[in-house]
Protein backbone atom coordinates (compact mmCIF):
# COMPACT_ATOMS: atom_id res chain seq x y z
CA UNK A 1 0.00 0.00 0.00
CA UNK A 2 1.29 3.78 -0.99
CA UNK A 3 -0.13 7.30 -0.94
CA UNK A 4 0.44 9.13 -3.38
CA UNK A 5 -0.16 12.84 -4.26
CA UNK A 6 -1.59 13.27 -7.34
CA UNK A 7 -3.17 16.01 -9.38
CA UNK A 8 -6.71 16.00 -11.69
CA UNK A 9 -4.89 15.30 -14.53
CA UNK A 10 -3.69 11.58 -13.10
CA UNK A 11 -5.54 8.74 -13.96
CA UNK A 12 -5.81 7.99 -9.94
CA UNK A 13 -7.93 10.92 -9.80
CA UNK A 14 -10.69 8.94 -11.85
CA UNK A 15 -10.14 6.10 -9.67
CA UNK A 16 -10.39 8.76 -6.82
CA UNK A 17 -13.80 9.99 -8.41
CA UNK A 18 -15.22 6.56 -8.30
CA UNK A 19 -14.37 5.92 -4.97
CA UNK A 20 -15.94 9.06 -3.78
CA UNK A 21 -18.76 8.65 -5.38
CA UNK A 22 -19.66 4.62 -4.02
CA UNK A 23 -18.61 6.03 -0.84
CA UNK A 24 -20.09 9.65 -0.27
CA UNK A 25 -22.80 10.04 -2.76
CA UNK A 26 -24.33 6.97 -4.12
CA UNK A 27 -25.85 5.83 -0.39
CA UNK A 28 -27.45 9.59 -0.29
CA UNK A 29 -28.66 9.16 -3.74
CA UNK A 30 -26.48 11.90 -4.84
CA UNK A 31 -23.65 11.84 -7.69
CA UNK A 32 -20.60 12.84 -7.45
CA UNK A 33 -20.33 13.75 -11.73
CA UNK A 34 -23.51 16.08 -11.25
CA UNK A 35 -20.77 18.21 -8.34
CA UNK A 36 -18.92 20.83 -10.69
CA UNK A 37 -15.67 19.49 -9.97
CA UNK A 38 -13.49 22.44 -11.88
CA UNK A 39 -11.95 24.03 -8.53
CA UNK A 40 -10.57 20.12 -7.75
CA UNK A 41 -7.77 21.56 -9.72
CA UNK A 42 -6.78 23.59 -7.33
CA UNK A 43 -6.89 21.00 -4.35
CA UNK A 44 -3.88 18.80 -3.52
CA UNK A 45 -5.20 15.43 -3.83
CA UNK A 46 -3.70 12.28 -1.84
CA UNK A 47 -4.60 8.67 -2.58
CA UNK A 48 -3.73 4.90 -0.97
CA UNK A 49 -3.17 2.84 -3.81
CA UNK A 50 -2.32 -1.22 -3.73
CA UNK A 51 -1.18 -2.73 -7.56
CA UNK A 52 -2.38 0.39 -9.17
CA UNK A 53 -6.14 0.30 -7.46
CA UNK A 54 -7.35 3.26 -5.41
CA UNK A 55 -8.19 2.38 -2.04
CA UNK A 56 -8.34 5.34 -0.18
CA UNK A 57 -8.29 9.32 -0.82
CA UNK A 58 -8.42 12.55 1.01
CA UNK A 59 -8.16 16.32 -0.40
CA UNK A 60 -6.87 19.59 0.73
CA UNK A 61 -8.26 22.84 -0.32
CA UNK A 62 -5.06 24.89 0.65
CA UNK A 63 -5.62 28.28 1.55
CA UNK A 64 -2.19 29.72 1.43
CA UNK A 65 -2.59 33.42 2.21
CA UNK A 66 -4.18 32.36 5.45
CA UNK A 67 -1.57 29.48 6.64
CA UNK A 68 -5.10 27.06 6.84
CA UNK A 69 -6.28 24.74 5.00
CA UNK A 70 -9.38 22.73 4.49
CA UNK A 71 -9.43 18.54 3.86
CA UNK A 72 -12.39 17.57 1.91
CA UNK A 73 -13.46 13.75 0.47
CA UNK A 74 -12.15 11.81 2.95
CA UNK A 75 -12.95 7.57 2.61
CA UNK A 76 -11.07 4.47 2.65
CA UNK A 77 -12.44 1.48 0.61
CA UNK A 78 -14.85 -0.77 3.13
CA UNK A 79 -12.48 -3.64 2.73
CA UNK A 80 -9.74 -1.76 4.61
CA UNK A 81 -11.26 0.42 7.45
CA UNK A 82 -9.53 0.08 10.86
CA UNK A 83 -6.28 -0.76 9.77
CA UNK A 84 -4.62 2.57 10.03
CA UNK A 85 -4.83 3.76 6.09
CA UNK A 86 -7.63 6.79 6.88
CA UNK A 87 -5.17 8.07 9.29
CA UNK A 88 -1.85 7.44 7.38
CA UNK A 89 -3.64 9.26 4.04
CA UNK A 90 -4.16 12.68 7.21
CA UNK A 91 -0.37 12.08 8.20
CA UNK A 92 0.53 12.74 4.33
CA UNK A 93 -2.22 15.32 4.36
CA UNK A 94 -0.91 16.86 7.01
CA UNK A 95 2.84 16.59 6.05
CA UNK A 96 2.11 18.70 3.07
CA UNK A 97 0.24 21.31 4.81
CA UNK A 98 3.06 21.57 6.92
CA UNK A 99 5.82 22.03 4.53
CA UNK A 100 3.60 24.64 2.52
CA UNK A 101 3.43 26.81 5.60
CA UNK A 102 -0.61 25.64 6.50
CA UNK A 103 -0.81 25.42 10.42
CA UNK A 104 -4.53 24.77 10.73
CA UNK A 105 -6.47 22.53 8.94
CA UNK A 106 -10.76 22.49 9.11
CA UNK A 107 -12.87 19.93 8.14
CA UNK A 108 -16.99 19.13 8.05
CA UNK A 109 -17.25 15.38 9.56
CA UNK A 110 -20.54 13.62 9.33
CA UNK A 111 -21.65 12.41 12.47
CA UNK A 112 -20.00 8.66 12.02
CA UNK A 113 -16.48 9.93 11.35
CA UNK A 114 -16.65 12.50 14.28
CA UNK A 115 -14.84 9.64 17.06
CA UNK A 116 -12.38 8.59 13.67
CA UNK A 117 -11.28 12.57 13.40
CA UNK A 118 -11.04 13.00 17.38
CA UNK A 119 -8.50 10.19 17.66
CA UNK A 120 -5.87 11.99 15.25
CA UNK A 121 -6.46 15.12 17.03
CA UNK A 122 -9.72 17.36 15.70
CA UNK A 123 -11.68 18.94 17.86
CA UNK A 124 -15.12 19.98 16.98
CA UNK A 125 -15.73 23.81 16.48
CA UNK A 126 -19.23 24.36 15.49
CA UNK A 127 -22.60 23.56 16.25
CA UNK A 128 -23.96 20.87 13.87
CA UNK A 129 -25.28 21.42 10.37
CA UNK A 130 -26.84 20.37 7.35
CA UNK A 131 -24.88 19.30 4.36
CA UNK A 132 -25.34 16.94 1.50
CA UNK A 133 -28.55 16.29 3.42
CA UNK A 134 -27.14 14.88 6.76
CA UNK A 135 -26.04 16.49 9.77
CA UNK A 136 -22.23 17.85 10.03
CA UNK A 137 -20.06 19.00 12.31
CA UNK A 138 -16.95 21.35 12.08
CA UNK A 139 -13.49 20.27 13.52
CA UNK A 140 -10.43 21.63 13.44
CA UNK A 141 -6.63 20.81 13.90
CA UNK A 142 -3.64 23.06 14.63
CA UNK A 143 -0.35 21.77 13.01
CA UNK A 144 1.80 24.30 14.98
C1 LIG B 1 -13.94 7.48 8.41
C2 LIG B 1 -12.97 6.59 7.62
C3 LIG B 1 -12.27 7.47 6.58
C4 LIG B 1 -11.92 6.03 8.58
O1 LIG B 1 -10.96 5.33 7.82
P1 LIG B 1 -10.16 4.04 8.36
O2 LIG B 1 -9.27 3.61 7.26
O3 LIG B 1 -11.10 3.05 8.93
O4 LIG B 1 -9.34 4.72 9.56
P2 LIG B 1 -8.10 4.13 10.39
O5 LIG B 1 -8.08 2.64 10.29
O6 LIG B 1 -6.87 4.86 9.98
O7 LIG B 1 -8.50 4.56 11.86
C5 LIG B 1 -7.63 5.29 12.73
C6 LIG B 1 -8.15 5.11 14.14
O8 LIG B 1 -9.48 5.64 14.23
C7 LIG B 1 -10.40 4.60 14.63
N1 LIG B 1 -11.63 4.79 13.89
C8 LIG B 1 -11.83 4.64 12.56
N2 LIG B 1 -13.09 4.96 12.24
C9 LIG B 1 -13.70 5.33 13.39
C10 LIG B 1 -15.01 5.80 13.70
N3 LIG B 1 -15.94 5.93 12.75
N4 LIG B 1 -15.28 6.09 14.99
C11 LIG B 1 -14.35 5.96 15.97
N5 LIG B 1 -13.07 5.54 15.72
C12 LIG B 1 -12.77 5.23 14.44
C13 LIG B 1 -9.71 3.30 14.28
O9 LIG B 1 -10.18 2.25 15.07
C14 LIG B 1 -8.26 3.63 14.55
O10 LIG B 1 -8.03 3.57 15.95
P3 LIG B 1 -6.59 3.11 16.54
O11 LIG B 1 -5.59 4.14 16.05
O12 LIG B 1 -6.79 3.13 18.00
O13 LIG B 1 -6.35 1.75 15.97
C15 LIG B 1 -13.70 5.41 6.93
O14 LIG B 1 -14.45 4.72 7.89
C16 LIG B 1 -14.61 5.80 5.80
O15 LIG B 1 -14.18 5.94 4.65
N6 LIG B 1 -15.91 5.98 6.08
C17 LIG B 1 -16.90 6.29 5.07
C18 LIG B 1 -16.68 7.64 4.46
C19 LIG B 1 -16.74 8.75 5.46
O16 LIG B 1 -17.60 8.81 6.30
N7 LIG B 1 -15.76 9.68 5.35
C20 LIG B 1 -15.70 10.82 6.23
C21 LIG B 1 -16.58 11.86 5.72
S1 LIG B 1 -16.61 13.25 6.85
Do not use: W
Not at 72 to 81: K, L, N
Request: proline content about 3%.
Amino acid sequence: MDVKQIDTSSPFYLQALSLRDAILRKPLNLSIYEENLSLEKLEIHFVLTQEKKVLGTVSLVPIYRENKGNLRQMATHETIRGMGFGKLLVKKLEEYAMNHSIHSIRLHARYHAIGFYKKIGYKIVSKPFEEVGIPHVAMEKALI
